[in-house]
Antibody, heavy 125, light 110 residues
């Protein structure tokens, strides 16, 4: 059974860059899309973006200018960078797996079928 | 894209059924049959319980069912059990490879 684990600093200063890594164990990162989702305290889930194992990405339009996702298949992990953070970026950050639908091309399914436990990131000076 | 609208809370007694709605627009829920639902129990990672409106992943009890009518998707939990208490969120495709979540509903088993 695949397992995902988020890691990274729990405290980031305003205007700096938030960096998190999601390590995948019990399965290969290849063949799947991988997503990031966050949940600010007391609020609902927000989709951040996803990355295919090949490196293609898609981001939430509201965060697109500040988000970069990357993948390292040799280390079986993928990463999130969110720049110019403010207090509004304080949240629990989750990574999750998105199966791909492939025909002549591959597309991400609209389902996150495995999730990490989450990493709480606080933005504060 | 705006978040999908869910009621903040829902409740029911053990054995009863409860339905949670998730309302969007013709650009998301109404335009595609790509709605999934997630159960988020305290201290645990979110869990996929419904995908593509009404399909259940292996291992999810058939007490959980999904449907859609127009711009509104619904999750019904039948035969409520104490362990069903937690947060439930919907997710929809919103076109142009974008996704949008609902605001979440806290389900209380009375």
């Amino acid at each position: 059974q695949v397992q995902l684990q988020e890691s990274g600093p729990g405290l980031v200063k305003p205007s700096e860059t938030l960096s998190l890594t999601c390590t995948v164990s019990g399965g290969s990162i290849s063949g799947y899309y991988w997503g990031w989702i966050r949940q600010p305290p007391g609020k609902g889930l927000e989709w951040i973006g996803y990355i295919y194992y090949s490196g293609s990405t898609n981001y939430n339009p509201s965060l697109k200018s500040r988000v970069t996702l990357s993948v390292d298949t040799s280390k079986n992990h993928f990463s999130l960078r969110l720049s110019s953070v403010t207090a509004a970026d304080t949240a629990m950050y989750y990574c999750a797996r998105q199966p791909a639908y492939c025909n002549n091309d591959c597309y991400p399914s609209v389902k996150f079928d495995s999730w990490g436990q989450g990493a709480l990131v606080t933005v504060s000076s | 894209q705006s978040a999908l609208t869910q009621p903040p809370s829902a409740s029911g007694s053990p054995g009863q059924s409860v339905t949670i709605s998730c309302t969007g627009t013709s650009s998301d829920i109404g335009g595609y049959n790509y709605v999934s639902w997630y159960q988020h129990l305290p201290g645990k990672a979110p869990k996929l319980i419904i995908y593509e409106v009404h399909k259940r992943p292996s291992g999810v009890p058939n007490r959980f069912s999904g449907s859609k009518s127009g711009n509104t998707a619904s999750l019904t939990v039948s035969g409520l059990q104490a362990e069903d208490e937690g947060d439930y969120s919907c997710l929809s495709y919103a076109g142009s490879n974008n996704l949008v979540f609902g605001g979440g509903t806290k389900l209380t088993v009375l």
